[in-house]
């Protein structure tokens, strides 16, 4: 389902940067190295700007909302006055594209024996399903084989009560959420009609976060197998209290799930600044960021709006002040400036813009990611990217690591690079779609923090000084790429671990 408001908005936003008027380029021979990089990247630009979108005006910029396409208007008046030329559709600086959500819907029901499950409160589906089940219950613990092998679960509907860790280094999420996909298909192989997990007691607070998420549905790009409708046994999480009533015998579980799919517009905001050599100004330097977060959810302390400061309005900061420092003192390729829309949903904006580029895909020479750039020490930073199996070019990397020793020397984090990070942080952030097609790809990011994803993610928890520094080295970095004559050498062989 199409929402109507969508051709109103184009039109709109079509004729707003139809209407801006445009300087011509300054055509100025480059140095070999930027002398702006002080003078152009100013902490007084960077934290009015980021104030400015991180505030509760935007609400939270969530992809697919018009918060998001509010925040992309004004992120697009702010590139215009940069004086960026517009790189996105008909002469725009936007490119649409449509999410696909699919969810379950408002009317489906569960029941457990006597518990009447609210769906998202007192217990989730883990995945939406259209799936209609009644049939008994039955525990089987924490499903060893030992104890199932005492039962019989054919045309039943199976309580598994979750335990243990993980033993190979992932995080407890996915270690729960890996259980939810396979011993769940197990179950169901075996001929379960349902399968019913309980959360582990000392891991409650897990379920009292993505229990409110599942809620949401899932998100992609039209077409794609992760939103798909299907009608396969429902797999529901309940929440720790459950383990007192769920092992009883003779309760039976009976489940009217319905799912609902739509689509809805996203939006990419890409401009340029053109090169200034004859030839590479046909290729370009892409820097990439998202402009969406969370939106409006759950309060925390009594504050809803998720405004995300770091994440990731430290990044849109951060390309605008790159763009006054390129029409400043233009490179000899092109600069492309990509925010990439509904992130958060899926790297959904970035998955889109890698596949139908508004510049040959083979253009690109690479991608220079911000994501999350403002917190945590104030001389340290991670280059994502940066090491085997992440690493698909160490030319590019060599240039970034000089231009950190020639800029903010940051002490550059090599743990969250590893493929043996719990967090799987390079997975994460839009740099990914790009890699994945070869382009040599590297994400500048000052990591994770307790304010990550909650209301406390605010303007006022950014480190202002840190975040121009970071954005000093994204330039540096970019205007080198910019400037050699050879494009960064591309890894042979370069294969990521999932
Ligand atoms: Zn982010």
């Not at 820097?287 to 302390?301: E, M």
């Not at 743990?415 to 590297?442: M, N, Q, V």
């Not at 993610?457 to 970095?477: G, H």
């Amino acid at each position: 389902m199409k929402i109507p408001f969508q051709t109103t908005v184009q039109l709109l936003l079509a004729s707003l940067t139809l209407a801006a008027p445009f300087t011509a380029t300054a055509q100025k021979k480059p140095a070999a190295k930027p002398a702006n990089a002080e003078s152009a990247i100013r902490e007084a630009d960077i934290k009015r700007d980021l104030f400015a979108l991180a505030g509760d005006h935007f609400r939270g910029r969530e992809g697919g909302t018009l918060d998001e396409l509010k925040a992309s208007v004004w992120l697009a008046d702010q590139i215009r006055a940069t004086g960026m030329l517009p790189a996105g559709d008909d002469g725009t600086y936007f490119q649409w594209f449509n999410l696909q959500r699919t969810r379950l819907s408002k009317s489906s029901t569960l029941r457990i024996g006597s518990h009447e499950i609210k769906l998202n409160e007192d217990g989730a589906v883990t995945a939406p399903t259209n799936a209609s089940v009644n049939a008994p219950l039955v525990y089987v613990g924490t499903g060893s084989a030992s104890e199932l092998a005492k039962v019989d679960i054919k045309g039943k509907a199976v309580a598994v009560q979750i335990a243990g860790a993980p033993t190979d280094g992932i995080s407890y999420r996915r270690y729960v959420s890996g259980k939810f996909v396979g011993q769940a298909g197990e179950l169901v192989k075996a001929g379960a009609v349902a399968v019913v997990f309980v959360s582990d007691p000392k891991q409650q607070a897990l379920y009292d976060h993505w229990s409110h998420i599942y809620e949401r549905g899932r998100y992609s790009l039209p077409g794609a197998a992760t939103t798909r409708v299907v009608s396969t046994p429902p797999v529901v999480w309940l929440p720790a209290s459950a383990a007192s009533w769920v092992q009883q015998a003779g309760q039976q579980l009976t489940a009217e799930l319905k799912v609902e799919s739509f689509q809805y517009p996203s939006v990419n905001i890409v401009a340029k600044m053109p090169g200034t050599d004859a030839q590479l100004k046909n290729e370009y330097v892409l820097f990439s960021t998202h402009q969406d977060h969370d939106g409006v959810r759950a309060p925390v302390a009594g504050d809803s709006i998720y405004n995300g400061a770091d994440d990731n309005a430290t990044g849109c900061a951060a390309l605008l002040a790159i763009m006054r420092a390129f029409k400043q003192q233009p490179g000899r390729r092109s600069a492309l400036f990509v925010y990439q829309g509904s992130e958060e949903r899926g790297l959904i904006g970035s998955t889109y813009f890698s596949a139908h580029p508004t510049v040959p895909q083979s253009s690109i020479v690479a991608v220079l990611n911000a994501e999350m750039m403002g917190r945590n020490a104030p001389d340290s930073a991670a280059l994502l990217g940066s090491t085997p199996p992440h690493l698909n070019s160490s030319d590019l990397v060599r240039t970034a690591l000089a231009a950190n020793q020639a800029g903010p020397k940051f002490k550059l984090d090599t743990e969250w690079d590893k493929p043996t990070h719990p967090e799987g942080w390079y997975f994460r952030s839009d740099h990914l779609p790009y890699a994945r097609l070869g382009i040599p790809a590297i994400m500048y990011t000052s990591l994770l923090h307790v304010d990550y994803h909650t209301p406390r993610d605010e303007a006022s928890r950014i480190d202002y000084a840190k975040l121009t520094r970071m954005t000093r080295w994204m330039y540096l970095t970019g205007w080198a790429v910019a400037n050699r004559t050879a494009p960064p050498a591309r890894e042979p062989g370069f294969k990521l671990e999932r």
